[in-house]
T-cell receptor, first 114, second 110 residues
Framework: GAGVSQSPSNKVTEKGKDVELRCDPI?????LYWYRQSLGQGLEFLIY????????KSGLPSDRFSAERTGGSVSTLTIQRTQQEDSAVYLC????????????FGSGTRLTVV | KNEVEQSPQNLTAQEGEFITINCSYS?????LHWLQQHPGGGIVSLFM???GKKKHGRLIATINIQEKHSSLHITASHPRDSAVYIC????????????FGTGTSLTVIP
């Protein structure tokens, strides 16, 4: 597709369950970012992938959070043993290397932990 | 203390007015971004700046690296400009980490 695709668009899960969120970036975009936006809060950086380099995981809030990017394309953000404070909109963005041409954001996955 | 501060937090303007949103930051940066988020909508990247000024349509973004300050201007504002505008900086000292302002909620009244 022409844009960044995220799935699912909405996810309700029980506390303690694991969830996987998917991001399909724009073809040819080597940089991929995950952010989250909690209710009433600003955007929070989570993790950054650039090509085949080791990802920058400095924004991950705990070891329950992890992300992979297979083949330099699709990325999966996994949250283990979800907690209520994990409820947020999780956004993915992609760009060419160095941000050339700007960033394109996906429409996000709204995660609700009950 | 937030690394990125935006002002104002909320702004209401009449259609046609000239609007300025300010962003100050306290860290060394490699780039500054202005983002737009419409209510219930996605986020769009408006500008990426490392120096000087950029213009796109009715939007103008400026940055003063020495003063660690950026402004987003909207000329001839329109109700469709109503959105949250977010300033984000890419931290030079901490690799690729971004810091985000809390956003400015703009409402343009017809």
């Amino acid at each position: 597709g022409a844009g960044v695709s995220q799935s699912p668009s909405n996810k309700v899960t029980e506390k303690g369950k694991d969830v996987e969120l998917r991001c399909d970036p724009i073809s040819g975009h080597t940089a991929l970012y995950w952010y989250r936006q909690s209710l009433g809060q600003g955007l929070e950086f989570l993790i950054y992938f650039q090509g085949n380099s080791a990802p920058d995981k400095s924004g991950l809030p705990s070891d329950r959070f992890s992300a992979e990017r297979t083949g330099g394309s699709v990325s999966t953000l996994t949250i283990q043993r979800t907690q209520q404070e994990d409820s947020a909109v999780y956004l993915c963005a992609s760009s060419r290397s160095g941000g050339v041409g700007g960033y394109t954001f996906g429409s996000g996955t709204r995660l609700t932990v009950v | 203390k937030n690394e990125v501060e935006q002002s104002p937090q909320n702004l209401t303007a009449q259609e046609g007015e000239f609007i300025t949103i300010n962003c100050s930051y306290s860290v060394g940066i490699s780039a500054l971004h202005w983002l737009q988020q419409h209510p219930g909508g996605g986020i769009v990247s408006l500008f990426m700046l490392s120096s000087g000024k950029k213009k796109h349509g009715r939007l103008i973004a400026t940055i003063n690296i020495q003063e660690k300050h950026s402004s987003l201007h909207i000329t001839a504002s329109h109700p469709r400009d109503s959105a949250v505008y977010i300033c984000a900086v890419r931290n030079l000292d901490r690799g690729n980490q971004f810091y985000f302002g809390t956003g400015t909620s703009l409402t343009v009244i017809p």
